[in-house]
């Protein structure tokens, strides 16, 4: 094991760039299955069938399929429906979408644990449609929606690995970059792993402080 | 759902005239939006052929056929090996972290935030790439199963403790006061109403790992993927991969699908008998278990 410090030393740029594009990869698609997520639970609770059937749809679907098949089908399937992009954005496009599913679920289950009757109580004393909104509703179901989507970014973080396997140079995919260079794979994957774990740990650490301090205001 | 969620028409007025034209025009240019998506998707897959005979008819042989019946026999197998394993490490660990002894609970605890933190992906290398190294020839079969068994058993281990937490704590109180020793409070007055409420939460994390072991791809196990694959790359069928992976996706959706029917039903027969104190801890993931790798 003399060669494991020198594995991490001799390969800054590697690493540096390697964290980089995993940071970004988490960042980018982290942003969008908000988006698309929060827009889904929309469809889902909107009055419209077609909407609803929609949202249905892709949560059931999307939830159910291993996000290694995401990526494939995104990675190798697409370029036969003539739909070409760079490899990291389709990376982009499967993380993304995988993720929509389950932030649309977290939203939706959130705003279901407020109680019909805080809604009923602000109309009764004659708060309008935003007041209710805004002072009622939302501050309890912020509380409820924020943990468990928080869970959802943390396991998004540990999943960006998997781009690793379909092209993108993350930071998973140092370990092949050093055995070709000839370095020892087992230092090489302890490097990465402290490297995950440098940025997963205060992720869920911070999250759990969140969901036990909620816990007791709630 | 009890005594009701907020719904939409406890947040506003019976909508007059305007606001129900509005409505209807939110309604349909979503819909419009939705069926511009589908109709994207299908003239895409029209286009480019997906939809010819030749491509599907890779799945009438019986060697095409075979070859996806083996690599999903491989997913199944590989999945149920790692969740014995992983069910086991998780009840090992949660007794550890449940310990009276500092000597246990600390290394449980330990264990448990590492293997929680660390990328399934990344483990499952370790096995494949980083054991040989080492001096531990691995086969691909158990590289994911050790992997699997490893995070998930750290996965199970948080929701074993909550579970036996969850049972309100008169419950051992009583017990303890009744004369029974610690092994016989755990055994029998807190683990068979915590099973009762971890069931269903089980049931969910072990639909995660069933999807997890699509991982196995990754490092040449030649599971179901492996085999769409392969198959994928068949020039007399003009190259099906788009139907195969169809295919294979349905595979995997349809067995989730029946595990996560069986978890719900389970929360509902169970919360049906009043057996346990423990409030259930739900199927839901994205519901009751902020924590855990339930995506």
């Not at chain 1, 992009?85 to 995988?98: E, G, M």
């Not at chain 1, 449609?129 to 939302?138: D, G, K, P």
């Not at chain 2, 005979?53 to 590989?78: C, H, M």
Request: charged share 15%; glycine share 8%; net charge positive.
């Amino acid at each position: 094991m003399t060669d494991f410090l020198p594995t991490l030393t001799d390969n800054w740029d590697l690493f540096l760039d390697s964290f980089w594009q995993t940071i970004l990869l988490f960042v980018v698609s982290g942003v969008i299955s908000l988006l698309a997520g929060t827009l889904l639970a929309a469809f889902r609770v909107s009055p419209v069938p077609a909407l609803r059937a929609f949202g249905t749809g892709y949560v059931g679907l999307l939830r159910n399929t291993p996000l290694t098949l995401v990526f494939f089908f995104v990675v190798f399937g697409f370029p036969y429906l003539e739909i070409n992009l760079s490899f990291f954005a389709f990376a982009i496009v499967a993380l993304s979408s995988y993720t929509a599913a389950f932030v649309c679920e977290a939203v939706r289950s959130g705003f279901n644990t407020v109680p019909a009757g805080q809604a009923e109580a602000a109309r009764a004393i004659g708060l309008t449609f935003s007041q209710t909104l805004n002072l009622v509703i939302l501050p309890q179901a912020v509380r409820a929606v924020v943990p468990p989507l928080s869970s959802i970014m943390i396991a998004l973080a540990k999943n960006t690995t998997i781009a690793a396997g379909f092209s993108v140079a993350e930071a998973a995919s140092i370990r092949a970059n050093l055995s070709e260079l000839g370095y020892p794979v087992v230092s090489g994957l302890i490097w990465v792993v402290i490297g995950f774990l440098i940025i997963v740990l205060p992720l869920s650490w911070g999250q759990r402080n969140l969901e036990r301090r909620w816990k007791v205001a709630r | 759902m009890e005594g009701g969620a907020v719904s939409a028409n406890v947040l506003f007025d019976i909508p007059g005239p305007r606001a129900r034209a509005r409505n209807r025009l939110l309604g349909v240019a979503g819909s419009l939006l939705v069926a511009a998506i589908l109709g994207y998707v299908i003239y895409r897959f029209y286009e480019t052929g997906q939809f010819d005979g030749q491509k599907w008819s890779i799945l009438e042989y019986k060697n095409p056929q075979q070859r996806l019946v083996d690599g999903f026999i491989a997913t199944l197998k590989a999945a149920g090996v790692a969740a014995v394993l992983a069910v086991a490490l998780g009840a090992l660990l949660a007794a550890g972290r449940l310990s009276d002894h500092r000597v246990f609970r600390a290394p449980s605890f330990v264990f448990v935030e590492l293997f929680r933190a660390i990328p399934l992906l990344l483990l499952m290398f370790a096995f494949y790439y980083g054991a040989p190294a080492l001096g531990f020839r691995t086969t691909p079969f158990m590289a994911v199963v050790l992997g699997l068994m490893l995070y998930n058993g750290a996965v199970l281990a948080e929701l074993f403790r909550a579970g036996v937490d969850s049972v309100p704590r008169g419950q051992s109180e009583a017990a303890y006061a009744l004369g029974m020793g610690k092994t016989q409070v755990m055994v029998s007055v807190l683990l068979p109403q915590a099973i009762r409420a971890m069931l269903p939460a089980i049931i969910s994390q072990l639909v995660v790992l069933l999807k997890d072991t699509a991982l196995g791809f990754l490092v040449t196990y030649e599971e179901l993927l492996d085999a769409v694959k392969d198959l994928s790359g068949a020039q007399e069928f003009a190259f099906p991969l788009i139907p195969l992976a169809l295919v294979g996706g349905g595979i995997y959706v349809a067995t989730c699908m029946l595990l996560s029917w069986f978890a719900n039903w389970l929360e509902k027969r169970l919360g049906r008998t009043k057996k346990t104190s423990a409030p259930m801890l739900h199927a839901d993931p994205g519901a009751a278990m902020g924590q855990g790798g339930t995506v």
